[in-house]
């Protein structure tokens, strides 16, 4: 039969102690408006995976009605979790330079996970 510990025993576990607090985690976030283009979502795709990183939300939508030339607008919105400030930014900068790509606004939330 096994001995319960001590109490004296058990004040020295880390387990027992209080979780610290976590910190709020940051949501980088892409809203891309570009030319409704078979090739625009895999380049897109391709800034994000040839970094290593999977988003963790797409959500795409052809949009407007045609335009005189007969395309649509494409809007994307990428969410990444925990994607530091320079590094979107960096991507974003690389975003605004792809091809049939026309605007990339970016925003961060904070959630307290």
Do not use: N
Not at 52 to 62: A, E, I, M, N, Q
Not at 95 to 112: A, G, I, M, N, P
Request: overall charge neutral; proline content about 7%.
């Amino acid at each position: 039969m096994a001995a319960h510990p001590s109490l004296s025993d058990l004040s020295d576990r880390s387990s027992l102690a209080p979780a610290p607090a976590k910190a709020a985690e940051t949501v980088y976030c892409f809203s891309i408006l570009a030319e409704a283009a078979p090739g625009v979502m895999p380049r897109v795709l391709e800034l994000f995976a040839k970094r290593g990183l999977v988003p963790t939300r797409w959500h795409s939508d052809v949009t407007g009605p045609k335009h005189p030339g007969g395309g649509r607008d494409l809007a994307i919105d990428v969410q990444l979790d925990g994607l530091d400030v320079a590094t979107g930014d960096y991507i974003a900068r690389c975003l605004r330079q792809t091809f049939q790509v026309e605007t990339v606004l970016t925003s961060q939330k904070h959630v307290s996970r």
